[in-house]
């Protein structure tokens, strides 16, 4: 209530109640003004009244909300199910406009304000997060593999002969299918010319027992031979060394634009990433190239979420992560050694780990893919078994050894990985389920295994 | 509940009444069986406790729910705030996976689920609404623009060579860019053969005095050339003249797929599109495209939409819709007339309308901008105004005459539409305001213009 | 946002549209302003989303969500559920204090703004609703017979030799169990002295046939005999004609107090009643009755439903019910008639209706019980059936002819009302199921009745 | 979903994932069918999820949510404004019926078994917390002073003659007001006959330097003299020493009802509480004495509670409280000494605390009360400051020495209290402000005063 509404009330409830009453509004108001000023996510996460406060300050600036507008356009923000308006906080005309995602909207004051509010709290976060030196960056309402791809889409108006992309391989469909997207072919650097190269594109956060790549010497490379260098740093938000190997590329070398995706790294639902880049005018022409508005949602649900943890909530929560990392290698070590397996050794790889099935596969042909299907069943998710010699062929390009990022890769495995957010009881949880699981294949050997299994398809991919 | 806990509750309740409340559940089940069925709007709309009942249930079905789930792996749909979990009704995982936007996922049973349902649903509303011979469509969580970019870089892996796009000019900037960003130049036909050409792209649905392209000759053109031919249909969903114009062109010649937003036709959060075509599997291919998982945020809104609303709901809008059109038309003639102006004749534009402002621009050079200005600050929203030889450059290309879709409109012009989801009150109010507005502009002359006037940019963009 | 803040989006977002921004805010501020200046419900109805942000300002004035606070008493609003915080808008002290439940709280400014606010829209209504000369009023979160016994525990202190209420029978049970509650003996009036007699107790809103009592003649008798009264109004206010009969009460004699109920006449959950009257010291001293704090949430209910009704809303709510009461009698009076049943004259009852089953009781016993459980299974809500002669004790007391009014009515009935918020729809779903019911009853005789009848509790209770 | 919409998703998407989601619903069913054969609280608390698909499946049952009902009453759950109705989950009926408070409604089935399941838990949670021999109790949408005048009201009707409550002295204005309101005289047991007695009125939870009643004497006594005995045990269920008082009491003598308040002691918003008692007869009686139906909401807010909390959780919350009653304890006594005063010996209250003010007294007669001002715009809430020799009427009978519960208790003090849901931070932050304030007033001495003071009523109520 503004003041003149604060006077009148305290006309009807004594002053003096209604006086604390309009200063504890200003602590409110103090939160918010600390967050316009710095535009960094503030130390201490806000109460979720603050939060629900602020959007619906937002929200009242959107032309759709105006007590007095007429709409004759269009594209109004009209709503016709109130589920749907008030799940979005009466958001409705999302961001940017025909031609810049980045852009202010004269209809929706709000919604702008939103879009970079929350572009500036990213920016703040990947900071300390560790990349210090990042100059720029934009939430785009598009899962990873679509962001890399309007990255590449992007590099293609400033190298118009390019082919080829760089790529070390990772076993992921929607990294390749970036580039397949965008057009380009991904090739190896000795049989080309570096003017028909696009980019090199490069791979931080991945499943063991791949590591991430050499940031450092990708990144001078490119330096040296003037050649765009992209980072898909999926989840690599939450491991301080992801994003150290990004800071160290950065500074030594060159990197054009780093890609993570909002889910993975800051809990919130599919369907949004951050493009992030050392030089702004480049991360400007990519929000550039995005034709037309889009969707507010990613951005609102990052920005919820960042102000309700606040800095310190989230460094909690990478710290936590770590921990559960250390945590998860050791249950696991313990558990492939009763188990007759080995814990892989991948040092390098902060947030996925992987155990050999050696004695699995030496059972019996499928016991490797039917204890996927088995964790399945039990709720464990995100348990990955790898099988040996996959093959899978994605746009054309058949890949051998599908999932191990290798052609031979001498062992079948499991992987398990310690994310943002994973608890301690997750851990403990899976280790009994999958000690029970390996203690069934081998007690009962191939008798259980036609009873239990869902087939190959399922199997493989249980995550 | 189940039937086990409702024979339980009889012990607590009278038994006649908790039969009658399972039977009322069951009035829900069957609404849920017709839809799973038959994967069609229903025709009467489901209440609130409905929908939300089917969401919750859908919810229960994804892994992040489960109560005995434990999660290892790097996307867990894990979420830190509880505000946003519920906003999404605690569907985190979104939708599609690595490689295909329209692929099932086996840790989200439910959303896999609502994704399926709500392009069978939105397949059924564009049946409806007039495109009768429709074969498959999916919502994608991309405004039109970078919807049709996707359709774009789909036909260049089918026709390597082609590096043109036809396309009858359009001056809307997202338009443009979606051609740009797929790597594209926008050419006129003659000057091209027919392998450099990608496809043509036409548009139905735009702002008057510009009408819908000719889709009929325009699908036979492609036909005889073997041309692809993608049509912008970004709000022609409302229309049943822009829909016949698909449904014929398909019918006699070639139309490959067909794009329209879902915030300008069904009344949702800006962000969404509706890819479609005659052809199956290419609309499969155009999915596959999609690199990685997606936001089902805009999926979730249209579906909550059209089982909010139901069939005769939309139909009901729509033919609201089209009543106000034809009152907008009455009044803004009346208006013209009033103020020495004209309705310019536009008989085809089903949606939008223009009105002369020759008069003002006899005034003075700035008045018609600052009209623009006095619209928006009186809450007047979409109601474009057009000045006279407007440039704009768009990477790199420049359009003479720009918003007025050609190189030298005779007269200045101010547009408003009809659009779905408008009341009489939005015209009648919008017609006041005007009417005020040019007559202050008339009395005052130049002394009351440098008082309002924002400036240029503003002004001539103040929708 | 305060104006600083403002200022500070102007940094961000072009100032021109932060201007409009704040400029839309203001016009909310201005509805509560005029709220809280008038003290009236607003003619139009406020939107959603001016209701809640109200409701987050009110919330925010309480000292459970002050930022800074800290608390070390017994009673600090804390919650330990976030559903049911929010479900609440964080307003958790409810209302009143230790001895008055219109007194004002210090640990809750919010929440005694949302009380003293809610007590005066609702005397705006009673206004409006045709009790023109209402001193005061305020909302109790009990139900009508628990605020009569309060009426009547608050006269015990003024007239302690009192043990008689004058009652003219109605029969329903919390009407006379709020008698006994407070521990008075209803009697005649002839038999007592005046002195010994508490008040009496009248009624306007009934079941037909009985009628509303002659408050006019009861008043004139209580202002000659110096004998409160106390009228039971409890779905009353949606009448004019009962609204008409206290005022003319009021007017020409004596009424201490009224009592109406929420949920039956605003639409909101059950479980409040507003305790009216025409002399403020009386009602005040009422309220001081209350022992203790009480819950907001029949406060906020209705508070939150007048706001968005506004009064204009409210009315139009009012007419609809008249005509559609015209449209039941016409119905009823037509199936009566097809069914050999007669519609009973009760031109003096502006709500319930009542037709006879004369014919069905002909038949058998049991038919007309059966009728009550036939439409119950039917979903036909609110269609109470009352068989001849049902007697019921009642805390010692024995009635004749319950539910009837009168101890020898000469028929068996049924009753059908309406009440705000019916519709056209409901009447013509309950004649049509009545009807088949009728017809079926007749058609089958004696052989179906065993099979559908759940029996004599169920049938008679059947609302 | 039911069976059959299971089978028929099958058909849309993989029958094995589906198949997994059913099981996934099946768990949350287990949860709801425990909870419906037990009727306690389950032991860990249940997800937000399952609370909500719980509430939303009991909405279901209640014939306003019937997707086919027509209600022709005068009370059919109808809601105006679709705010309200979320907030209450569509449960509108209320709970009870005319008569009694327990029963059942034929037209809610969903609420009538909220309405059982909420008093059983409650139940659970009485035996849990200490009065394991409880035999009844139901929740009451009245505040504990309302719920005393019942019971009052209800043993009336058994004494009819009894004029006198026996009442140890305790300053709540709504203790008194619940005596008075029902209609009798508080007095000292010696000055009456038995006969004239209605009850013992004795009182558990207290602000120190009070200490709880000795219920076994109490009990003992009324044994002996045949005298009822109700205990005002407002916010004692969360001390397991005012717990074991009540089963004591009961095992040794007579207790006939006990009351406490749901906000206190379950962090609920104000506005409930629970009527328990040893023999099922009696509280029967006092929940057939509340005429007519009454608000679920406060038997929602604290089901929801408890269900979300578990018996585990709750328990958590006891011993949390306990281990900060210590804490501040100590805190408040290190702060006595360091300012001269002194932590007053109560160890019998195990919840309230007090710390003389005897310095602050001697330094001015306006000291004391400005203490308490200055806490209250320091925002430290519920931290009572009694000076001496306060006076203060309550209907007619006049207490000297009023807050302090006694006629002339020797010095001023302050209260603090650790109830349910403090935090450590709260008694910090408590201290040092306290600390702060101390220091302030006797730097400034008198001087100061002037300029804070808010005048006597504000700062000695100050809480």
């Known amino acids: 209530m503004n003041s003149e509404n604060f006077s009148l009330s305290e006309k009807i409830v004594s002053s003096s109640y209604i006086r604390q009453g309009s200063q504890a509004r200003r602590s409110h108001e103090q939160l918010i003004r600390h967050l316009l000023e710095q535009g960094k996510c503030p130390e201490e996460g806000w109460s979720e009244s603050t939060v629900e406060l602020f959007l619906n300050e937002l929200a009242v600036m959107d032309s759709n909300n105006f007590l007095g507008n007429c709409g004759v356009g269009e594209r109004e923000g009209r709503v016709a199910s109130s589920l749907v308006a008030r799940r979005h906080y009466r958001l409705i005309h999302g961001i940017g406009r025909s031609g810049d995602i980045a852009a202010i909207q004269p209809k929706a ?116 031979y003037n050649i765009p260098h992209i980072v898909n740093n999926a989840y690599g938000v939450q491991s301080s060394k992801c994003m150290h190997l990004i800071q160290q590329g950065a500074r030594v070398g060159r990197i054009d634009a780093f890609v993570q995706s909002l889910d993975k790294n800051f809990m919130v639902p599919v369907g949004g990433a951050i493009i992030a880049g050392f030089d702004e005018p480049f991360i400007q022409e990519i929000s550039k190239m995005y034709p037309g508005r889009a969707s507010a949602s990613p951005s609102l649900d990052v920005l919820i979420t960042l102000l309700t943890l606040g800095a310190s909530g989230y460094k909690k929560l990478l710290s936590e992560r770590k921990e559960i990392y250390s945590f998860l290698a050791q249950e696991l070590k313990s558990l492939a050694s009763a188990h007759g397996e080995r814990l892989l050794h991948t040092p390098h790889n902060p947030i996925s780990l992987a155990m050999s099935l050696d004695g699995l596969q030496a059972e019996s042909d499928k016991a490797v893919t ?43 495995y499991l992987n398990a990985a ?10 403990t949880l899976c280790i009994k389920r999958l000690d029970k699981c390996l203690k069934t294949l081998k007690k009962d050997g191939n008798a259980a295994k036609s009873k239990f299994c869902f087939g190959n398809t399922l199997g493989s991919s249980a995550r």
Chains 1, 2, 3, 4 share one sequence.
């Open 109 to 224: 004051a709000g919604s702008s304000l939103l879009n970079k509010l929350t572009n500036s709290v990213a920016l703040d976060i990947l900071k300390l997060s560790g990349v210090r030196s990042v100059a720029s960056c934009f939430v785009v309402p598009m899962a990873t593999g679509m962001s890399l791809t309007l990255c590449f889409l992007t590099l293609r108006h400033r190298r118009p002969k390019a082919r080829y992309i760089i790529w070390p391989r990772i076993d992921q469909k929607s990294c390749f299918k970036a580039m397949i997207t965008a057009g380009f072919e991904p090739r190896k650097i000795e049989e080309l010319g570096a003017d028909n190269v696009l980019c090199v594109h490069s791979t931080t956060s991945c499943f063991a027992p791949r590591v991430p790549d050499r940031l450092e010497e990708l990144a001078t490379m490119c330096a040296k």
């Open 370 to 412: 039917h204890l996927g299907s088995m964790l399945f069943t039990r709720q464990v998710s995100g348990a990955r078994v790898i099988p040996l010699g996959k093959e899978q062929t994605i746009s054309g390009h058949t890949f051998r050894g599908f999932m191990s990022h290798s052609e031979e890769y001498p062992c079948p």
């Open 418 to 427: 310690s994310a943002v957010g994973i608890t301690r009881d997750d851990v």
